[in-house]
């Protein structure tokens, strides 16, 4: 506790907080524009970091994850297009509240909900870097490939409306994952004979083509019924529609508050990712509504709870890091050198090492949701006005940011190829009710789902009645199980009550009329 003291006071300078600011904001601005995320925004500013203050320079990178995973929800909500994968659930209610003319309430929530979702899980990473070093190393290969498959078979049968169509996308993510050399081998899979594929394909431009080009294309051929949408949705009449009421506040917080613990969890176990998080934590809060089958219709409960869980696992994503020096997010990977470069060398050692130092990352790091929230609120009036732009002007330059952010990503026009090829897998996924979203979740738990059951394998060597010997695994294989028997029956009676209800109402439909025969 000392040492944090000290941390805020090194941190409460000028200077400092300074740059945790232009980390914040330039995140918030980099996460509203689609295609360019905190991955892309991150890689770009460690130059920058050259030549300041280590504290400075890694809240300067953190501020850039904070603020890009709350600006992300204002394309979301504003044009149903995601700037992050992470935040396709806060469109799915986002954007009809922002038809509905409630755009200034959707993106006040999602404010909030990422605020409160970040400083908690900040907390949570203060509270448990530490302890959690020991436990941890509990999770090893076995576990860890029973957790992915968990997650991609849970996400799976929630993202869409039949699990088999989310589990095929699943599989279909996970086959594109394996593209690129092999790793025992080092011998070229799925290529094509293709050299700019032996790296693989690379997540930036397949995300921004299957999320945002996809859209796009969708949203132009609908652009004059969308404009005239705008221009009658732009202001509520009411002020309720421009603020969050105390009612919705009362339904939201434990909403808020799940989201969180689902984020904290996600973040924490490497591998999963703030997709898997935000998808759980609107699911969870679906079937634990009265009425889940408003949801898609704006309702502002599924804006917080996907908020919450996406800014919470960016956080807690650092307790491995921390803890063990081992990612457990893309972020996290990429601040490895970012700590490298400044003297720090994530592990257990560095809070023996260097104590103080880890206290004054921590203090920026809350600073950092403070900063969020005036920024954030401050700008919302501003962002809130995209909606006002044509779609014919929009859609121009959303596609242009598109090619510069898959650009950046390997400095290669190939990468713009990969992009609108997977624009246009992401099309006909939409046309016909597959689930993207489950596809980009599989494709980037894919290497890890390989990697950790190849070395399964070799623990228990071929011979499944080792499994025993790994009661996580045996946990998370049993919950594996019990998701696909629920969600199929959860499945089979909604069709039997919507069935039923048809029925119903086509007897009703018959029976007037034969009263009036």
Known sequence: MEQLIVGFQNVMTPSTLFWVTVGVTLGYVLGALPGLGKATGIAVAIPMT???????????????????????????ILLNTPGEPSSAPTALDGYPLARQGKAQKALKMGLFASVIGDFLSTIVLIALAAPLAHYALLIGPVELCSILLFSLTFIGGLAGRSMLKGLIAAAFGV??????????????RLTVGLLELDDGISLVPMAIGMLAVAEMILQAGNAQKIDREATAITDGA???DRRVTPAEWRR?????????????????????????GSFLSYGATQRASKT??????????GVAAAESADNAVVPSSFVPLFALGIPGSVIAAILIAALTLHGMTPGPMMFVEQPQLVADLYAAMLCASVILLIVGYAGQRIFAQVIRVPVRLIIPVVLFLCCIGAYMETNSLFSIYVMLAF???GFFARKLEFSFVTFLIGFVIGPNLELTFRQSLQILDHDLMRLPGHPIALVFGALTVATVLWINHSNMRAAASKAGSSASRTDRTANTEHTQI
């Open 50 to 76: 050259f030549y300041l203050a280590p504290v400075a320079a890694i809240a300067l990178l953190i501020g850039i994850a904070k603020g890009s995973a709350a600006g992300s929800a204002v394309s979301a």
């Open 423 to 425: 624009a246009l897998l």
């Open 252 to 276: 939201c917080l434990p909403v808020i508050g799940r989201g969180t613990l689902i984020g904290c969890i996600v973040g924490i176990l490497p591998g999963l990712g703030a997709s898997v």
């Open 292 to 301: 889940p089958e408003a949801f898609g219709t704006g309702m502002i409960e």
């Open 175 to 188: 086959l594109f994952a394996t593209v690129g050399i092999e790793t025992e081998t080092f011998i070229p």
């Open 238 to 240: 009411s002020p309720d």
